[in-house]
């Protein structure tokens, strides 16, 4: 079979869902478009008429990641436990939405969610404050997998002896919860005294 024939069977959808398969298996680092081709059976060039480039794809994975996010949370707290947990639902999920989002390529549901959120909590300055939450959630999850897979290595310097994560769901909570707090004493502030 021809790759021009062989890729003629797989659309976007099937390029994303083999990359975050390999995501899955090798890490960022190690997702490369020649790597995902040979998964697809197709050569490299196939891909491009999918996606322009690898940021697009890598932006279309982190849209679909954080897509997965729930809905129906009544909460900022709650919706930034739910983008967190879909960051962890992949390897290097948190390192390649930030990546993305530094480019202002990719986390808009994300964002959307926050912001929606914040608007409905009576929040000033929503989308800078969506931004502020999200930036947070992302750099927080980044740490916690790093830590994770750095542990799986053996690479930290406490031997593996203590848990890498301890406390941090903690930290997390506290980061959100104030930034959210900032956000009531802005709408309370805005609307006067009851």
């Given at each position: ?12 959808d099937?390029?994303a869902?083999?990359?975050l ?23 490299p ?5 999918h ?17 997965s996010?729930?809905v129906?949370a009544?909460?900022?707290?709650t ?9 962890y ?5 948190a390192?390649?939405?930030?990546s ?10 994300a ?8 608007e ?10 969506a ?6 959630v992302l ?6 997998q ?9 690479a ?7 848990d890498?994560?301890?406390?941090l769901?903690?930290?997390?909570d ?13 709408a309370?502030?805005r609307?006067?005294?009851?």
């Amino acid at each position: 079979m021809t790759p021009e024939h062989n890729s003629a069977r797989h659309d976007r959808d099937s390029v994303a869902r083999t990359a975050l398969g390999l995501l899955d298996e090798v890490g960022l680092a190690d997702l490369s478009m020649r790597r995902i081709a040979a998964r697809l059976e197709v050569q490299p060039s196939a891909l491009y008429w999918h996606y322009a480039n690898k940021q697009e794809l890598l932006a279309d994975l982190a849209d679909r990641i954080t897509a997965s996010i729930p809905v129906g949370a009544t909460d900022v707290l709650t919706t930034a436990r739910g983008i967190r947990d879909a960051l962890y639902a992949h390897r290097d999920g948190a390192e390649l939405v930030l990546s993305t989002h530094a480019l202002r390529l990719g986390a808009s549901p994300a964002q959307t969610a926050l912001a929606a959120q914040l608007e409905r909590a009576g929040a000033e300055e929503v989308d800078e404050r969506a931004i502020a939450i999200l930036h947070f959630v992302l750099g927080h999850a980044t740490l916690v997998q790093q830590r994770m897979h750095a542990d799986s290595h053996g690479a930290l310097l406490d031997g593996g002896e203590t848990d890498v994560t301890a406390g941090l769901d903690r930290v997390f909570d506290l980061g959100v919860t104030a930034i959210a707090e900032a956000v009531r004493a802005s709408a309370t502030r805005r609307r006067g005294p009851a």
